[in-house]
């Protein structure tokens, strides 16, 4: 199939008025968790945010990892996972370059995610870096709630950030990055009578990195911690109603540990936990076990009243950008425990020989109720002279389908600096 069909306008009406997705569930008390009316089984109620691809893993390494990236050994892709790790690279320059083929398993080619990224060290304090994220969702054709076509299409979405980098001490850095995102997934159609248009945003990364060496178990070693508080920025709306949705801010801390074995052998283990800062979506009703009275209305749902009326738009797609944000830890129906299943988990390991070849694997873990994502990763790297090449595979490991499933992604790294001096001997 060179053409993914599909009735792109109800996803856009789903992402603008997430709350229709409860109709017939409701917040059960007794549960703790979103179930359906008359049943007791916890369902998904996923965090909700516009532009999701900000959060997809956008290189090999880290995608071979178990999306692992906060504090590894940085090279040019610390862009994506955290920009204050970048002024710690032991190159001078470098860019990488990275291809991810997207819903392979369907034969569909023409979707595909690519990321260029890269840095330029200034002195020993400074650094500064870019990255460009282009998905392209290919060619569709458009229908209407009856299928009728109303027209082609070729939906994309980008990313432009820039980051500035600075040490604070020997084993301390903090990083900001400013960036453009522009999505555009149905301009020109309908979708619930309201005209669909593109939504572009700004936003802004805050980060921190700690690296301290030392010896570890009689091994030299390099510890290392990283926050990363990311996508956060202006609110954006793909149609003309005034309610718009959340970016998918993110908090994200991590911790690695690299021992070197000897001259020849070193191996760097990881963990990342990661977090949306995004209201959590709540019901509109409430379910209970009565027969005779299986749901009510939540004044918790619409509730600017104060006596659980309001406009008819749910209180969580209302809140401003930092009351969302920060308000995000504290959010959600269920409360406590159901704050922590909406942490994600990334952990991994990666093996090199000689600095020219790695062998990487990890897993990631996401609750069954806040997406379901889970899956193993395994990658190779190769590194020679000044060219790297990173290549990744993902292996589904629960019932929620992956769109890289079963897919090989490649990422092919360049070292300027290598390259300087290499002509500088070949010329000698």
Same mark, same amino acid.
């Given at each position: 199939?060179?053409?993914?069909?599909?009735?792109?306008?109800?996803?856009?009406?789903?992402?603008?008025?997430?709350?229709?997705?409860?109709?017939?569930?409701?917040?059960?008390?007794?549960?703790?968790?979103?179930?359906?009316?008359?049943?007791?089984?916890?369902?998904?109620?996923?965090?909700?945010?516009?532009?999701?691809?900000?959060?997809?893993?956008?290189?090999?390494?880290?995608?071979?990892?178990?999306?692992?990236?906060?504090?590894?050994?940085?090279?040019?892709?610390?862009?994506?996972?955290?920009?204050?790790?970048?002024?710690?690279?032991?190159?001078?320059?470098?860019?990488?370059? &990275?291809? !991810?083929?997207?819903? $392979? @398993?369907?034969? #569909?080619?023409?979707? =595909?995610?690519?990321? %260029? +990224?890269?840095?330029?060290?200034?002195?020993?304090?400074?650094?500064?870096?870019?990255?460009?994220?282009?998905?392209?969702?290919?060619?569709?054709?458009?229908?209407?709630?009856?299928?009728?076509? &109303?027209? !082609?299409?070729?939906? $994309? @979405?980008?990313? #432009?950030?820039?980051? =500035?980098?600075?040490? %604070? +001490?020997?084993?301390?850095?903090?990083?900001?990055?400013?960036?453009?995102?522009?999505?555009?997934?149905?301009?020109?159609?309908?979708?619930?009578?309201?005209?669909?248009?593109?939504?572009?945003?700004?936003?802004?990364?805050?980060?921190?990195?700690?690296?301290?060496?030392?010896?570890?178990?009689?091994?030299? +070693?390099?510890?290392?911690?990283?926050?990363?508080?990311?996508?956060?920025?202006?609110?954006?709306?793909?149609?003309?109603?005034?309610?718009?949705?959340?970016?998918?801010?993110?908090?994200?801390?991590?911790?690695?540990?690299?021992?070197?074995?000897?001259?020849?052998?070193?191996?760097?283990?990881?963990?990342?936990?990661?977090?949306?800062?995004?209201?959590?979506?709540?019901?509109?009703?409430?379910?209970?076990?009565?027969?005779?009275?299986?749901?009510?209305?939540?004044?918790?749902?619409?509730?600017?009243?104060?006596?659980?009326?309001?406009?008819?738009?749910?209180?969580?797609?209302?809140?401003?950008?930092?009351?969302?944000?920060?308000?995000?830890?504290?959010?959600?129906?269920?409360?406590?425990?159901?704050?922590?299943?909406?942490?994600?988990?990334?952990?991994?390991?990666?093996?090199?020989?000689?600095?020219?070849?790695?062998?990487?694997?990890?897993?990631?873990?996401?609750?069954?109720?806040?997406?379901?994502?889970?899956?193993?990763?395994?990658?190779?790297?190769?590194?020679?002279?000044?060219?790297?090449?990173?290549?990744?595979?993902?292996?589904?490991?629960?019932?929620?389908?992956?769109?890289?499933?079963?897919?090989?992604?490649?990422?092919?790294?360049?070292?300027?600096?290598?390259?300087?001096?290499?002509?500088?001997?070949?010329?000698?």
């Amino acid at each position: 199939m060179k053409k993914l069909i599909f009735s792109c306008a109800v996803f856009i009406a789903l992402i603008s008025n997430p709350e229709i997705m409860y109709g017939q569930f409701g917040f059960n008390p007794d549960e703790g968790c979103i179930t359906n009316v008359g049943e007791s089984d916890c369902i998904s109620n996923a965090v909700i945010s516009a532009m999701p691809f900000l959060r997809i893993a956008p290189d090999a390494r880290g995608g071979s990892m178990g999306d692992l990236g906060i504090a590894l050994t940085p090279n040019s892709n610390a862009m994506h996972y955290n920009a204050s790790n970048l002024v710690f690279a032991e190159e001078e320059t470098a860019i990488s370059v &990275t291809y !991810t083929p997207w819903l $392979r @398993e369907l034969n #569909l080619n023409d979707i =595909y995610l690519a990321y %260029l +990224s890269g840095y330029k060290k200034i002195d020993d304090l400074q650094t500064v870096g870019f990255g460009l994220r282009f998905f392209s969702l290919g060619e569709i054709s458009f229908t209407d709630n009856d299928g009728v076509s &109303t027209g !082609t299409g070729k939906p $994309r @979405e980008f990313e #432009l950030a820039g980051a =500035y980098a600075r040490k %604070l +001490s020997d084993k301390l850095s903090a990083g900001l990055t400013a960036k453009y995102v522009y999505s555009n997934l149905a301009s020109g159609q309908m979708a619930g009578g309201l005209d669909i248009s593109s939504a572009n945003a700004f936003a802004a990364d805050f980060s921190l990195t700690y690296r301290s060496k030392g010896k570890t178990g009689g091994y030299k +070693s390099e510890f290392a911690m990283g926050l990363a508080l990311t996508n956060i920025g202006s609110k954006v709306s793909y149609t003309n109603q005034a309610v718009k949705d959340f970016l998918p801010a993110n908090f994200g801390l991590g911790t690695a540990l690299k021992l070197e074995l000897d001259d020849f052998n070193t191996i760097e283990f990881g963990l990342d936990v990661n977090k949306l800062m995004v209201p959590t979506p709540v019901a509109r009703l409430l379910t209970s076990n009565d027969p005779a009275n299986p749901t009510i209305d939540n004044p918790e749902y619409d509730n600017e009243n104060g006596n659980g009326t309001g406009d008819g738009i749910a209180d969580f797609r209302q809140k401003s950008l930092f009351s969302g944000v920060f308000g995000s830890f504290s959010d959600a129906q269920g409360g406590l425990s159901e704050e922590l299943k909406e942490f994600s988990y990334s952990l991994g390991g990666e093996y090199w020989y000689d600095k020219q070849f790695s062998i990487r694997a990890g897993y990631y873990y996401e609750n069954s109720t806040k997406g379901d994502r889970q899956f193993l990763t395994l990658g190779l790297g190769l590194k020679y002279n000044v060219f790297g090449i990173d290549l990744s595979y993902l292996v589904p490991t629960s019932n929620q389908r992956n769109p890289l499933d079963n897919t090989l992604r490649f990422g092919l790294i360049f070292d300027f600096a290598s390259y300087q001096t290499q002509n500088a001997v070949d010329e000698e």
